[in-house]
């Protein structure tokens, strides 16, 4: 009786991380167009001083929610197409 409820209890928990991984949760995504800034400072392998630069230099849209803030994904996606390298 006590391998089978631990059998159910594994299932459940397999269960769990499978709704949590096709959620997006995973992904450090908010929605499609957002991302938040630390997902980004991990991307590029930044810290905070040169990301605040990096915010401020370049025509980032970025959002602020309490202390969190979040990146709008097109202008990210317009700086990196501005600097492609041929």
Aim: charged fraction near 35%; glycine fraction near 4%.
């Amino acid at each position: 009786m006590e391998q089978t409820e631990f059998l159910l209890s594994i299932k459940q928990d397999l269960l769990d991380l499978k709704t949590l991984l096709t959620s997006g949760v995973s992904k450090n995504i908010i929605t499609d167009k957002w991302i938040p800034r630390r997902a980004v400072m991990d991307f590029f392998h930044y810290g905070p001083t040169q990301m605040a630069s990096f915010e401020k230099d370049e025509d980032l849209i970025v959002a602020r929610v309490g202390k969190r803030k979040f990146i709008r994904r097109d202008s990210l996606e317009k700086i990196l197409n501005r600097n492609i390298i041929k």
